[in-house]
């Protein structure tokens, strides 16, 4: 009896690790919504990424709550060719359940979120918001 | 020594089991690099989703093999606010483990490329780079 609850503890504990090993990795659906953030580059243009990573977006991440899956953040390299300058310096990505809640938060905090932007870039965003279709 | 071994081998089969899940699961880290294949819509402007989720986009990950981690499909919803139009209609994005594997790849394709774009739109895409930097 011992040893069948011993490997019982070991079994529960395995499953346990793989699924929350599971969950730690985020993952793309169908049928999340993503909105991109993408940051137009050109003269004189700024962009603080290390602002962008350490207090931009985790304050975003708080306003989002529940409600965002996780978020991405991305560095402009090309466009069509690799010399080609990228349209964007930068970008972010929410992965989000919801459309209308995004819409909500967002709209509750502009006012902080607006004077945010404004310690890390001097540039108007390109905002895309879409429907994951297909991950393949 | 019987019950050691079947244990052995149900815990072997969990792992795997787990193992197996985790890949399924196409998850997003930094270090990935991703092409985003945007289309703007407009007046005149067409997009075939249909052609493009069946014949397009898995003629593409053949082309692009094991340097695509996955790839995504997205169809615009809106801009700013849920009253503008998406800057794009639709949109990809593949993520791939090399940036000079995937430029090789589609110069080696890119007639093929190029004629089946025809078939689903009349959009010139704007595409862009980028490196994941962060994903939480």
Redesign the interface.
């Known amino acids: 009896m011992r040893?069948t609850k011993f490997?019982l503890v070991?079994?529960t504990f395995?499953?346990l690790?793989?699924?929350k090993?599971?969950q730690n990795?985020?993952?793309?659906?169908a049928g999340l919504?993503?909105i991109s953030v993408?940051y137009p580059g050109g003269q004189g243009k700024t962009f603080d990424?290390d602002y962008y990573?350490k207090s931009h977006?985790?304050m975003m991440?708080g306003f989002l709550g529940k409600n965002l899956k996780?978020?991405?953040?991305?560095?402009?390299?090309?466009?069509?060719?690799?010399n080609d300058e990228?349209?964007?310096v930068a970008?972010c990505a929410f992965y989000c359940y919801n459309?209308a809640d995004y819409?909500q938060a967002v709209g509750k905090n502009i006012d902080t979120i607006l004077k945010d932007i404004k310690k890390y870039t001097n540039i108007q965003p390109?905002?895309?918001?879409?429907?994951?279709?297909?991950?393949?």
């Open positions: 040893k490997i070991l079994l395995t499953a690790a793989g699924f090993s599971d990795k985020p993952s793309i659906e919504f993503k993408m990424m990573e977006m985790p991440a996780f978020y991405e953040i991305d560095k402009g390299l090309s466009g069509r060719t690799p990228p349209p964007f970008a459309v819409n390109v905002i895309f918001i879409s429907e994951i279709k297909q991950v393949k």
